[in-house]
């Protein structure tokens, strides 16, 4: 992996860490801004299954542009960083605007400004071996997921209830 300044992932639902989760967020985007990498751990299923939780993703800063069609953007929302995939670009009134989507939801996320994606994920490590989003079965299930959209999505979704329901069967010992 690159040698990159770490940001830890705080707790959010710790009431106790609010503060300090703010000045990491401002930190991270800071770093960003000044055309830093960060690294940061990523959490949840929205991108199943090219991204799972605990992947340590390196994201890199934007430069005053919009991402392409297809990337995984850092999007800024009020209270969190989402990681989901560029699905349209366009522009309205002289603004170019992008809409994201998580791989395994069924609708998009709202309209964003440039101002609201913090960055582009480059690369994606998994219990420390870097993960290939370019090619292979990666490669064609992020492709499929802007061209094929929404049933790709639809399938992940299902994808991801079969796991759960599998895990439910026969949980860990």
């Known amino acids: 992996m690159p040698a990159l300044l ?3 992932r705080m707790q959010a639902a710790d009431p106790t860490k609010i503060a300090e989760k703010q000045l990491l967020r401002e930190a991270r985007l800071s770093m ?6 960060i ?6 299923y929205s991108m199943f299954p090219l991204l799972l939780p605990n992947d340590v ?3 890199k800063p934007l430069h005053d542009a919009l991402p392409q069609l297809g990337d995984i953007a850092l ?4 209270e969190k960083w989402i990681a989901h995939r560029i699905v349209q670009v366009k522009s309205k009134d002289g603004y170019r605007l992008a809409v994201s989507q998580g791989d395994s939801l069924t609708r998009p996320d709202q ?3 440039k101002e609201m994606i913090s960055g582009v994920i480059q690369e994606v490590y998994r219990d420390g071996k870097e993960v290939d989003l370019c090619s292979g079965w ?3 299930v992020g492709r499929s997921m802007v061209v094929l959209r929404p049933l790709p999505q639809f399938a992940c979704r299902f994808l991801l209830k079969l796991k759960r329901s ?8």
Do not use: C, W, Y
């Open 75 to 78: 999007v800024e929302l009020p």
């Open 39 to 44: 690294r940061v751990t990523l959490d949840g």
């Open 166 to 173: 599998v895990q439910k069967l026969f949980p860990k010992s």
């Open 57 to 59: 993703a390196i994201v």
């Open 32 to 37: 960003l801004r000044n055309g830093h990498q």
């Open 138 to 140: 990666r490669g064609m």
């Open 6 to 8: 770490h940001i830890f």
């Open 111 to 113: 309209v964003l400004t």
